[in-house]
Structures are given as C-alpha cells and as structure tokens.
C-alpha cells in the first residue's frame, strides 16, 4: 500500500491523471487519495457467477467469505463518487461506460 501511495503522490505532483484500479479502496482507506471514486457494481448473481467461471473461486461459501470483508454495495453507492452498472455479458457496453464516464471527468 504504501508503495502505491509513493506512486500516486508522484502524479499528483506532476498534476497528471492517474487512473487505479482499487477494488478495495474503501476497505483499505486510501479514498482520501484520490479526487474521484468510481464504483463498478454488478448484480450478486451475475458476480457469482463470473468469479466462480473465470476467477476459479470454489464455491459460494468461498465467495461469502470475501464478501464480508468487504463494505457492502449499498453503502458503496452512496459513498463513490460514480457508479457504473457491470451486468452486460458483453465488454464493450462496460468500456463504453467507462469511456463516457471519462470523458465527462476529464
């Protein structure tokens, strides 16, 4: 973390944009880092789903075991500074998203 923290104060003193991908940020406290959150959200069922298919998790209690460490996406909501919806089971609408997302921060 603190390594990641070096980095991040390096950009901003060069007042360069930073993109990070964080998917613990909140749980890590290291929000007060940046200047703005985004939090891609996706349905429980679909999450499950795609952790189990492609990140190898073994089961849902596996799964459940991860999740409570982690806040939950309601508060999330409310504490992010965006929200992008991740339900799609194509790529391209989440990079679309992302892209218009971008554009309107930057």
Not at 20 to 33: G, I, T
Not at 67 to 82: A, G, N, R, T, W
Not at 98 to 103: D, G, Q, S
């Amino acid at each position: 973390i603190r390594e990641t923290e070096k980095i991040i104060i390096q950009f901003r003193a060069k007042n360069q944009h930073l993109v990070v991908l964080a998917p613990l940020l909140f749980e890590c406290h290291m929000e007060h880092l940046f200047d703005t959150t985004v939090y891609i959200y996706t349905d429980y069922v679909i999450r499950k789903y795609r952790l189990m298919k492609f990140r190898k998790f073994r089961s849902e209690k596996h799964i459940e075991f991860f999740d409570v460490l982690q806040i939950p996406p309601e508060k999330k909501f409310l504490i992010c500074d965006h929200v992008l919806l991740n339900n799609s089971d194509r790529d391209c609408d989440l990079y679309k998203s992302i892209e218009t997302l971008f554009m309107k921060i930057f």
